[in-house]
């Protein structure tokens, strides 16, 4: 498996750039759980829960309910449209227990294609990002996100995450510069 995580350009169009920057924190959290084995993935940092594993899973299921299900009113994909969210409100972290590197990785690596295509979808009739979604979080609140808060947003949730893996890694392998 070869991932690629090539730096943004300093000059881009707002969509180019927002994308750049999304394939780059996609990129680092793949990587982070690159060359772990699967029980490594399972491995926590206390106090926390929280695993690499979990952090994949959970990453796949965000792309698809953001891009998938938001951006373009598409049902959910599987596992998502099947999974026991009643029962467990944290079962994309939860239910990557077990689950092997290669599972996980390509889970991820789907969802992720599913979404650049949502994306493109949305954007084909040109680059407007103030454009609202197409299912509407909130709709009793009149709240909408646009394509720009939810290419922000990914990039946040890849960040915020990213930062949860280097401490993970670095607690299984003393990793620092994946």
């Not at 690629?4 to 959290?29: C, H, K, Q």
Request: proline share 7%; with cysteine; aromatic share 8%.
């Amino acid at each position: 498996m070869t991932i690629e995580r090539a730096d943004p350009a300093y000059s881009n169009d707002e969509v180019g750039m927002l994308r750049s920057f999304l394939d780059r924190y996609r990129a680092t959290i793949r990587l982070q759980a690159s060359g772990l084995t699967d029980a490594q993935l399972d491995q926590t940092l206390p106090p926390s829960d929280l695993t690499l594993g979990g952090m994949v899973k959970h990453l796949a299921f965000v792309e698809d309910y953001w891009f998938s299900y938001h951006l373009r009113a598409e049902e959910p994909a599987p596992p998502w449209d099947t999974a026991p969210w009643d029962d467990d409100p944290d079962w994309d972290w939860h239910s990557a227990a077990g689950a092997s590197h290669a599972e996980l990785d390509a889970l991820l690596a789907a969802a992720i294609a599913r979404s650049d295509a949502c994306l493109d979808a949305a954007l084909a009739d040109g680059p407007e990002l103030d454009r609202p979604v197409a299912r509407p979080r909130d709709p009793g609140k009149g709240a909408t996100a646009t394509v720009r808060w939810v290419l922000v947003h990914m990039v946040e949730e890849y960040c915020r995450h990213a930062g949860h893996a280097d401490l993970i890694r670095q607690s299984i392998d003393g990793a620092t510069d994946v």
